[in-house]
T-cell receptor, first 115, second 116 residues
Framework: DADVTQTPRNRITKTGKRIMLECSQT?????MYWYRQDPGLGLRLIYY???????NKGEISDGYSVSRQAQAKFSLSLESAIPNQTALYFC??????????????FGPGTRLTVT | AQKVTQAQTEISVVEKEDVTLDCVYE???????LFWYKQPPSGELVFLIR??????QNEISGRYSWNFQKSTSSFNFTITASQVVDSAVYFC?????????????FGTGTRLTVIP
């Protein structure tokens, strides 16, 4: 089983709809992240959470909200989706690995299309 | 402010040629980590390497090698004898802070196409 899972993997929704993207991890990591990937722009950080009670805005948080329901779960919500939120969304986790440094793991991505 | 620049947007090579992907970074921290990720057409991100700022030794892993030079703030990636399976988008990324604990800042990626 994958260490970081994202649901759904693909979603098409209409402008104005509320949508939630979910992320779960079995790595036991404290830190979780949501990134967005747009063509030609690389990955940009939306929100991050260093533990259940610690949530922080990233570079492009406007139009998004998050919920850290448990150590293993971190959800991203679009309260009212708009077409320019069409993108590939990645969840990631990080924690100290065997090397004593933080290692990051990415989920498989969720492709979201807003029409 | 931190920044990662991948000036090469797209590169095409013929199979078996060597290719180097450039990465230049900016940071004010003395402790930081640099990464390379591969994104094949299927879309997932595949971790390739992590290098900390105190280790400038070059690294080789099979056909892959990395050249880290602090003097030029560069962390370049070379694929030797390229293969069609190397076709992907490659991202360079930077994480500041001790242990690579903080968020990743990504470059815009280089799309590599290996022509058979």
């Amino acid at each position: 089983d994958a260490d970081v899972t994202q649901t759904p993997r693909n979603r098409i929704t209409k402008t104005g709809k509320r949508i939630m993207l979910e992320c779960s991890q079995t790595k036991g990591h404290d830190r979780m992240y949501w990134y967005r990937q747009d063509p030609g722009l690389g990955l940009r950080l939306i929100y991050y959470s260093f533990d259940v009670k610690d949530i922080n805005k990233g570079e492009i948080s406007d139009g998004y909200s998050v919920s850290r329901q448990a150590q293993a779960k971190f959800s991203l919500s679009l309260e009212s989706a708009i077409p320019n939120q069409t993108a590939l969304y990645f969840c990631a986790t990080s924690g100290i690995g065997g090397t004593g440094t933080y290692e990051q793991y990415f989920g498989p991505g969720t492709r979201l299309t807003v029409t | 402010a931190q920044k990662v620049t991948q000036a090469q947007t797209e590169i095409s090579v013929v199979e078996k040629e060597d290719v180097t992907l450039d990465c230049v970074y900016e940071t004010r921290d003395t402790t930081y980590y640099l990464f390379w990720y591969k994104q094949p057409p299927s879309g997932e991100l595949v971790f390739l390497i992590r290098r900390n700022s105190f280790d400038e030794q070059n690294e080789i892993s099979g056909r892959y090698s990395w050249n880290f030079q602090k003097s030029t703030s560069s962390f370049n990636f070379t694929i030797t004898a390229s293969q069609v399976v190397d076709s992907a988008v490659y991202f360079c990324a930077l994480s500041e802070g001790r242990g690579g604990a903080n968020n990743l800042f990504f470059g815009t990626g280089t799309r590599l196409t290996v022509i058979p």
